[in-house]
């Protein structure tokens, strides 16, 4: 039996198509097997294509799955930001008025809080991300040297190399991040053995003086090599910055701007908001704007 499908191709934390970070949105997956959902995605050739399904658990809202060419993982954030300005521009789930309007969305990482802010210009979406929690990464120096083709100077020489879901490996300024050539098939293996979901190399040398962060995020072992603007892992980026010390806030909420893209010509930017309470990260936030490029139908069986 054969269907059509209606997707939407959406460049994330970008105003400007052919920007930032594409991924495909299905709105409507209901009836789509898992073998569908992963055959679309790999048909797209996108880093991720996610779908929006009614909810299987009691609290949620919507649910979302996301499938890169390869496989399903359990948190993506760009393509969180796709799906919910598509969401908006079809003016569904209550999306239409020029209110914010919130969402409790179940997904393979729990039931994640999602805030659609309707304007006249478009919609900024808000993707609340579990809090990290960071683990000593320097044993892994000399593995991290080689598969990204890097001198141990080039490292930098205060900040620890960190780990979470990903691995965090900080340089010395945008030049060094902007010249790493990784050895992609050393990094699958070490994301593999290691059970590490990408590697996150960056620098606080940044392009904007605004901005606090520059990044690129290598994930071949999912099947994408480097990833255009990865909101996932600019989160935990900014939990990394206020733990070292490097942002700094005398209330109980700060923003910062993580940058992305540039190295690849796909400029994008998410925007990083934590609550801080007791000294701590209590709450993450990422929150980005997004265009559509073209919608299209896809024939699927």
Known sequence: MHMNISIKHVDAFTDTP???NPA?????AEGLTDAMMQGIAQEMALSETAYLLPPTATGADLRLRWFTPSNEVPLCGHATIATFHAVAEERLHGTGEQVRRMFRVETRSGILPIAVQQETTGATVHFGLPVSHFQ???HHR????????LHGHELDPVLPILVDKYLYVPVVDRRVLFGVHPDY????AFQRHH????ICVFTTDTVDRESAVHSRFFCPADGINEDPVTGSANGPLGVYLFEQGL???HGESVSIIGEQGDAIGRRGRVKITLDIAGGRVSKVEISGRAVTVFTTEMRVR
């Open 185 to 188: 098939s050393a990094v699958d």
């Open 24 to 28: 495909a949105v299905v709105l409507h």
């Open 195 to 198: 059970q590490v979901g990408g």
């Open 136 to 138: 000593q990464g320097h």
């Open 142 to 149: 000399d593995a991290i040297l080689s598969m990204l083709n």
């Open 18 to 20: 052919l920007q930032g």
């Open 247 to 249: 942002i700094k806030t």
